[in-house]
């Protein structure tokens, strides 16, 4: 998904209108229709911004990646006091056998967590 697809989509999920969005943004809602019909692009601090309103990062904004995953996940704490950045940083380093295994238990443990739910 290109930038002016990704706001569109973003937008409508999140129930803003054109108008809405940009007054939260501080723009105009024409401003806002360029924006997502490609015709302009906004200003680094506009885009700072559609990030925070909409949670995200910005290179999952720009279309640089499909994983919607903002700052503030990754600095969210986990049970050990780890960052959520710092363990996939810290899986991302293991050999391809370590990651299998990761990836097997969290399968192991998420159907286990559903079970338990019901």
Do not use: C, W
Request: hydrophobic share 35%; charged share 30%.
């Amino acid at each position: 998904m290109n930038f002016y697809e990704r706001l569109k989509s973003l937008r409508e999920e999140r129930g803003y209108t054109q108008e809405k969005l940009a007054a939260v943004i501080h723009v105009t809602k024409n401003s806002v229709s360029h924006y997502e019909r490609n015709i302009s692009l906004p200003t680094i601090d506009v885009l700072i911004s559609l990030a925070d309103i909409f949670d995200v990062s910005l290179d999952y904004l720009l279309g640089r990646t499909d994983y919607n995953i903002s700052d503030r996940i990754l600095k969210k704490q986990l049970a050990n006091k780890m960052s959520v950045g710092k363990f996939v940083e810290k899986v991302a380093n293991l050999d391809t056998t370590h990651k299998l295994d990761i990836l097997k238990a969290l399968y192991y443990i998420e159907a286990d967590n559903k079970r338990t739910k019901n």
